[in-house]
């Protein structure tokens, strides 16, 4: 059972380019979420889809887009990459939409360097 | 002002310690909470959930104090292995999960 898996693992872009994040989660969930994690901020919320269909922005969505693939897939996109996109990237999934009983499961995140 | 606030330390402590840690919330809607641990360069994982009455788990106890709004999290004889970084989570009504930035620990033989 593999959980949420999450690729790449490491990445360097040069300002500009572009590039997906891919993650899929294995265990029949609802709702999948992509977090960003910065020194001194914390986890934020870029996008979230509480089911497959539907996608919408959290805290920090500029400069992004996602897709709900399948049930199984959620992908973030950088369409012009920014130095303040450098950041740790997690997927997570959870059962039901930020419902109380339903943690959220992690990704073993991305290592983004933007220079 | 982030909703969920946290004291970032870092808490050393020496092995078999008792260390306690809270985390404050502005918003009195909040129905539940969690405490995730994440070690360094790994992703968060889910250490225990916080409801109305509390919640233990071997050595380790959350309380939720709805009248002053906080959480706490008591670690009770600390392992080297507990050292990390803790996180709380508050869910407020509109089901939206509000991460703290996490309290490090560093247990120390």
């Known amino acids: 059972n593999a959980g949420v898996t999450q690729t790449p693992k490491f990445q360097v872009l040069k300002t500009g380019q572009s590039m997906t994040l891919q993650c899929a989660q294995d265990m029949n969930h609802n709702s999948m979420y992509w977090y960003r994690q910065d020194p001194g901020m914390g986890l934020r919320l870029i996008y979230y889809?509480?089911?497959?269909?539907?996608?919408d922005k959290g805290e920090v969505p500029n400069g992004y887009n996602v897709s709900r693939l399948n049930k199984r897939e959620f992908s973030l996109r950088l369409e012009s990459a920014a130095p303040s996109q450098t950041s740790v990237y997690f997927c997570?999934?959870?059962?039901?939409?930020?419902?109380?009983?339903?943690?959220?499961?992690f990704g073993n995140g991305t290592r983004l360097t933007v220079t | 002002r982030k909703e969920v606030e946290q004291d970032p330390g870092p808490f050393n402590v020496p092995e078999g310690a008792t260390v306690a840690f809270n985390c404050t919330y502005s918003n009195s809607a909040s129905q539940s909470f969690f405490w995730y641990r994440q070690d360094c360069r790994k992703e968060p994982k889910l250490l225990m959930s916080?409801?109305?009455s509390g919640n233990e788990d071997g050595r380790f106890t959350a309380q939720l104090n709805r009248a002053s709004q906080y959480i706490s999290l008591l670690i009770r004889d600390s392992k080297l292995s507990d050292s990390a970084t803790y996180l709380c989570?508050?869910?407020?009504?509109?089901?939206?999960?509000?991460f703290g930035k996490g309290t490090s620990l560093l247990v120390t033989p």
């Open positions: 997570a999934s959870s059962e039901n939409t930020f419902y109380p009983d339903s943690p959220l499961h």
């Open positions: 989570v508050g869910v407020n009504s509109g089901y939206a999960l509000n």
């Open positions: 889809s509480a089911s497959e269909g539907t996608t």
């Open positions: 916080v409801y109305s």
